[in-house]
């Protein structure tokens, strides 16, 4: 049991009142009487004016006092009549990125994990305990089990990971746990995020642990690397977006590295709550770019960010077409692009095996069956084709809507009314999303669409590039959507893969298994078959291989939430002047939930002032 | 303790009686006594008992040797031819003693004017006897003076009427209740009995105020106790309902909360008082009175006091 306002004690001075109000009372009014005689048969009051001889009313009003400055002082008992009566604990550990942040000699995680073993040292021995960790998603980590040293095991072996935390999956998930409990469960919670910021709806039974204060971060919010599919990796640029979190000036240096080359390194300063943008080029080369913030800050892991500048390799492109501009159109565009090499046949002396040597295979006004086992483009496809069923045919119509989220057409310009001469009217195939909608008087029909057939990318262009000259300066706009739909035909290499850590990517398939993916601690890992599926929790380069094979996964960690590690209602504290200050974690003594029965103290107050005016009342009456 | 205004409230109630209206009204009482052992010839005729000389005839009685022959009846000779002496209807002075108590007790609650009317009464029964050319004397019985007690010259003659009042102005009240001691120091003085009036509010223990007038009947006074008593004193809730409630002689004190328990304690006891007070004075032949002074005087003197036999 304690009190969480101790000084409330203080008003116990007013017991002096009290007294002295007695005492006064005491010396009540004086009345001068002809004799005593006629009062000795009278019951006396009892309080005298020298000697203080409390009365039942002088007692009650003793209690009422006590239980008005017990309430001022909120009592609490430890643990709670409910988790008292609780035999089963889950506790939840918040190992979000943020949980990393250090609070003067420690972190919060130390903190969170400190104060979790402490509630497992405190509860019954009989009591049932589950552990479960929560990040981006929750992970059970022991089971409801009596064996308290397992779950202070697994305590200690808990690590943070670099992920964007979602408290609120773990919450549903324990609530629900808790909801198939035949015995009473408490939650416990151990996070750095305040209660306000818990659905609202999952509050109800959560004893929440929270802890940190300091807001002081930057962190790099974005790494973004422009490079054209078909453009030289000299050219791409890089742009880092660094954020100040704290609410107080930041300073600090931007490097920027293409593997270990420095290419960029400046000094930088942020006002509080503001953001910086840096626009890095010149690279020498193709290779994994690195940029790396020298801050001193609470949080470490958004200080570094990866990102990729992919090597050109060209794009063998089959062109099976009648001769026709089109055809020359494409010859001059291979000619002025070095990644493009382009092989031109005929219909008539097209052969299958011809396309298993090219990346993309074109067919303009033809559609082979069976089609080629290659990402495919066909252009004007004839009536009667295999692939794309064709009712009509429709002259002089416009793109009048486009699917702007489909790769392809990004980042387009509007596309709208773009006049066509000729176009069939395709039925979309199942497996094809569309690209590009017309309409004629009596429906919509789609003028281009793309997909996965067979395993193989494949699109369709509807209405005759041919008529539209592809290279005419009037349709500049045909011309990057045909290069789109051709860098999208044509994906790169997967030597690397950016994403976001806590995200999962299914890699392969790889050549031969066991795939062995080393992590950015040098943690190495073998996992069984051909295609893998990794979901990486912290910051870095994961490498995975498979004889002679390997794929880079670049993890980075762009979440403003969880890099936002101020706490509302906290006064924010500088993580470097309050480096080697012993930040108070809560006395062993002082853990576990804590139940409230001051409101108990006050209706307990109200009865006896209720009791009292009944005996005063009884007493003059 | 209270402030004294006794002599206020004394100089006030005289001048309520001492008025020529009131004082006609109490030409029209006179006391009423049955005995007197005074042998000075006065106004007043004794119910029984005759005397060899006088103006009222009783009776005869037949001559005896000795007997006075100027009183003999010759028309009863006469016509009886018998030697008969004529009787005459004793008259005989009827000393009156006003004993006052004027302890501290009479003057609180001061609401009650207890003392102002003990003195108006006693200025108004002093006036009836003097009228009836009957002497009056006053005693103050008080602790706080020497001998208890304070007295004053015999009173005669309708024309010392002043005087009586100077020297009840003179009252004041003070000190514990003497009445037995006061009385019994007064007893010593005089020779004469007479009729007694006792004007107390008789706030003392049995035995002190039993003592008083039985002394007063063993010297074969006519004795008549007055309670005098207030309002206030009736009913103390009139004036306070918590109180540290203090004894005017003694000083003693009680914490007090009238509560109705109280209440009825208070009332009972007060009844317990009056009924032992009263059941004394009936076996010792002493007449008894309850004066309210909210009632005023003129309800004491023409309608308890006549009840009482005391006026007619």
């Known amino acids: ?621 | 303790m209270q402030p004294d205004d006794s002599g206020i409230e004394a100089a006030a109630a005289l001048a309520g009686v001492l008025t020529p209206t009131f004082l006609r009204k109490l030409d029209r009482v006179r006391l009423t006594v049955r005995r007197s052992l005074s042998t000075r010839p006065g106004n007043t005729p004794m119910p029984r008992g005759a005397q060899g000389s006088g103006i009222e005839l009783e009776s005869h009685k037949p001559y005896g040797e000795g007997d006075d022959l100027r009183h003999l009846d010759w028309n009863a000779y006469g016509r009886l031819d018998a030697l008969l002496i004529k009787t005459f209807r004793a008259e005989r002075e009827v000393p009156l003693h006003v004993f006052v108590d004027t302890s501290a007790s009479m003057a609180v609650p001061s609401s009650d004017n207890k003392l102002g009317f003990a003195l108006g009464l006693a200025a108004s029964l002093a006036y009836i006897s003097l009228r009836n050319h009957d002497p009056v004397r006053i005693v103050s019985l008080n602790h706080a003076v020497a001998g208890a007690h304070l007295s004053s010259p015999l009173f005669r003659h309708r024309a010392a009427l002043p005087r009586v009042r100077d020297f009840l102005l003179q009252l004041r009240c003070g000190g514990t209740t003497t009445l037995a001691a006061g009385l019994a120091a007064a007893l010593r003085t005089q020779r004469t009995p007479g009729l007694a009036i006792l004007l107390s509010d008789f706030l003392t223990p049995p035995e002190v105020y039993e003592q008083a007038l039985g002394n007063l009947v063993a010297r074969r006074y006519t004795v008549a106790a007055i309670r005098v008593m207030g309002p206030g004193e009736h009913d103390p809730a009139r004036l306070f309902r918590r109180a540290r409630v203090i004894d005017a002689e003694t000083g003693a004190q009680r914490l007090m909360t009238l509560s109705a328990e109280n209440t009825a304690r208070y009332a009972r006891a007060l009844e317990d008082h009056h009924q032992r007070l009263r059941a004394f004075c009936t076996r010792c032949g002493v007449l008894f009175s309850l004066a309210d002074t909210a009632a005023g005087l003129e309800q004491s003197l023409f309608h308890d006091l006549p009840a009482l036999g005391l006026l007619h």
């Open chain 1, 1 to 621: 049991m304690g009190v969480i306002e101790p000084l409330a004690l203080g008003f116990s001075a007013l017991y002096a009142v009290l007294v002295l109000f007695y005492l006064w009372e005491r010396w009540r009014r004086r009345v001068v009487v002809p004799s005593l005689l006629l009062w000795e048969t009278l019951r006396e009051d009892t309080v005298r004016a020298r000697r203080l001889r409390p009365d039942l009313l002088f007692v009650l009003q003793c209690v009422l006092l006590a239980c008005l400055i017990a309430g001022l002082a909120r009592p609490y008992l430890r643990g709670g009549p409910g988790a008292a009566l609780s035999e089963r604990h889950i506790l939840v550990l918040d190992t979000s990125a943020s949980m990393q942040a250090r609070e003067g000699p420690t972190s919060r995680f130390e903190q969170s994990r400190q104060q979790a073993l402490d509630l497992l040292g405190h509860l019954p021995a009989e009591s049932e305990v589950m552990f479960v960790t929560a990040a981006r998603q929750p992970e059970t980590a022991v089971l409801f089990t009596r064996e308290h040293g397992a779950v202070e095991q697994a305590l200690r072996r808990a690590s943070p990971t670099d992920t964007a935390g979602d408290l609120s999956v773990a919450l549903a998930f324990v609530d629900s746990v808790r909801q198939r409990q035949d015995l009473p469960t408490a939650v416990d919670v151990f996070t750095d995020l305040p209660r306000s910021q818990l659905p609202e709806n999952l509050r109800a039974g959560v004893t929440l642990f929270q802890v940190g204060e300091t807001d002081d971060n930057l962190g790099i919010e974005a790494l973004q690397i422009f490079q054209g599919r078909f453009q030289d990796p000299r050219r791409a640029r890089a742009y880092v977006l660094v954020q100040n979190f704290a609410h107080r000036e930041g300073h600090g240096f931007l490097t920027m590295r293409l593997d270990d080359q420095v290419v960029h390194h400046s000094g930088f300063t942020i006002a509080a709550r503001e953001s910086k943008g840096f626009l890095i080029h010149d690279f020498p080369g193709p290779g994994r770019v690195t940029a790396q913030l020298e801050v001193t800050d609470a949080l470490v892991a958004d200080n570094t960010a990866y990102g990729w500048i992919r090597p050109l390799r060209p794009v063998r492109v089959l062109l099976v077409s009648p001769p026709s501009s089109l055809g020359d159109e494409l010859r001059a565009l291979a000619a002025a692009t070095p990644a493009l090499q382009l092989t031109v046949v005929a219909p008539e002396q097209y052969r299958a095996d011809q396309a298993a040597h090219s990346d993309v295979a074109i067919f303009h006004r033809l559609v082979p069956d069976p089609p080629p086992a290659v990402n495919t483009l066909y252009i004007y496809p004839p009536k009667d084709n295999p692939l794309f069923a064709s009712t009509a045919d429709a002259t002089d119509v416009e793109v009048l809507d486009w699917n702007s989220r489909h790769s392809a057409l990004q980042p387009l310009q509007p596309l709208a009314a773009l006049p066509l001469q000729h176009a069939r009217i395709i039925t979309p195939p199942e497996w094809s999303d569309v690209l590009l909608w017309s309409r004629t008087g009596d429906r919509e029909f789609p003028l281009a669409v793309a997909g996965e057939h067979n395993g193989y990318r494949v699109a369709c262009i509807a209405f005759d590039l041919e008529a539209e000259r592809l290279l005419s300066s009037d349709n500049v706009n045909f011309f990057l959507f045909f290069m789109n739909m051709l860098g999208w035909l044509s994906p790169d290499a997967q030597d690397a893969v950016v994403m976001q850590t806590g995200e999962v990517q299914t890699l392969g398939p790889f050549p031969t298994q066991p795939v062995r993916v080393r992590a950015p601690d040098g943690q190495i890992s073998t996992l069984p078959g051909t295609t893998v599926t990794v979901q990486p929790l912290r910051v870095g380069e994961y490498r995975i291989s498979s004889d002679g094979t390997r794929r880079s996964v670049l993890a980075n960690l762009f979440d403003p939430l969880e890099s936002d590690i101020g706490r509302a209602g906290k006064e924010p504290v500088l993580a470097s002047t309050t480096a080697g200050a012993t930040v108070p974690i809560a006395p062993p003594g002082d853990v576990g939930p804590r139940t409230e029965f001051g409101p108990w103290l006050y209706w307990g107050a109200l009865a006896l002032l209720v009791i009292e005016w009944w005996l005063a009342r009884r007493m003059l009456a």
